[in-house]
């Protein structure tokens, strides 16, 4: 919270620096290419950013029930967009997930009960995203949409295992007790031996604590089958939006007849897994590059970059100034959960 300055100072210098090297080529017409948009087709675009949001909505909603019955989606719509402004100003999206933890709690859920909801959530979003991938690396195998390139291959072979490994990590941790303990005591008392621990009790019994909350979120989801099924869909309809937002920017600068929707989908896809490693706040540089060269496959010219800032503007930054707004208006949260 006390870095919000400093972390959008960072943002925007990073922009500036990605925004030269996209247009430094070609910027007239680029700036020609985005004068001659078509606005109903980036209307659409952000029509589907904004079901992106309020399909995660629906899915954090659905659990967050299960533990407040009465809350709204509208305010669980608000903790979304607030969710995607500190996802993007922070390295890795690392600010986003404790800060619903502390909103949820603000709204009446104790805080470990907003703990065990955000790792639910964050257990089924894993699942559809891996769901995502696996589509589409079945589809490009199987229609050869991207020409080989061994630097993004591996690029996007890292970003898929990463993501794997978390969420296979994540539901190992949560549901199996007996390696959390032997893994804590082992682990905490190596670091004490070795003076990098104080109190090993004290820490001990703090991580069985934090390792308690995902056994409890692995019990509501392993018990709660309609539950997991209907945040996972949810998941699925919101990525499934997200991923085919470029065909609707693509449409707006009249280069709609040069890729197909799976292609579409296969190369958004594809740009996700790999901005979901890099370090650096809503993954610039990574993102960027990633899109300019699945992309580039279909789209050619100046055509291309204008694509690129048009979606970035749409997904990433919109996102950022809808989120401080929303979070402006934050201390209504408790009243509006009632």
């Keep these: 919270m006390k870095n919000i300055k400093k972390h959008g100072i960072i943002l925007i210098l990073i922009t500036i620096v990605v925004l030269f090297f996209v247009i430094k080529d070609d910027f007239y017409a680029i700036v020609d290419a985005l004068s001659k948009a078509n606005v109903l087709f980036i209307a659409l675009g952000i029509v589907f950013t904004i079901s992106y949001w309020f399909f995660k909505s629906l899915a954090l909603h659905n659990i967050v029930k299960e533990y407040k019955e009465k809350t709204k989606v509208s305010q669980i719509f608000k903790q979304i967009t ?21 909103m949820l709690n603000k709204s009446g859920i104790k805080l470990t009960h907003s703990t065990n909801i ?22 490009n195998w199987r229609f050869h949409f991207l020409q080989d390139n061994p630097l ?20 190992f941790v949560s549901f199996s007790t007996k390696f959390n303990s032997f893994v804590v005591n082992k682990v905490i008392g190596l670091f ?8 090993k009790e004290k820490t001990i019994n703090s991580w069985k604590r934090r390792l308690n909350e995902f056994n409890e979120s692995a019990e509501i989801l392993r018990n709660n089958k309609i539950l997991v ?21 693509i449409y707006s ?29 809503g993954g610039s540089g990574g993102i960027e590059y990633g899109f300019l060269q699945f992309f580039g496959n279909f789209i050619k010219g100046s055509a ?24 402006n208006t934050f201390k209504g949260v408790d009243q509006e959960c009632e």
């Design 304 to 327: 291309l970059p204008a694509v690129l800032i048009v979606w970035r503007s749409i997904t990433y930054y919109l996102a950022i100034i809808v989120g401080s707004i929303v979070f």
């Design 82 to 102: 607030i969710t995607q402004f500190f996802n993007g100003i922070t390295p890795f999206a690392s600010g986003g997930q404790p800060m619903q933890v502390y």
């Design 229 to 249: 099924l209907k945040g996972y869909i949810f998941n699925m309809i919101g990525l499934l939006c997200y991923y085919l937002t470029p065909l609707f920017v």
């Design 152 to 171: 993004l291959r591996n690029l996007t072979i890292l970003g898929f295992a990463i993501n794997t490994l978390v969420g296979l990590g994540l539901l």
């Design 118 to 139: 955000i790792v639910q959530d964050f257990i089924l979003y894993q699942m559809a995203l891996i769901t995502h991938g696996l589509i589409a690396v079945f589809l």
């Design 253 to 281: 600068l009249g280069y709609g007849s040069s890729i197909t929707l799976l292609a579409t989908y296969v190369c958004c896809a594809y740009v996700t897994i790999i901005g979901a490693f890099v370090p650096i706040p």
């Design 192 to 199: 004490s031996k070795i003076k990098i621990i104080k109190s």
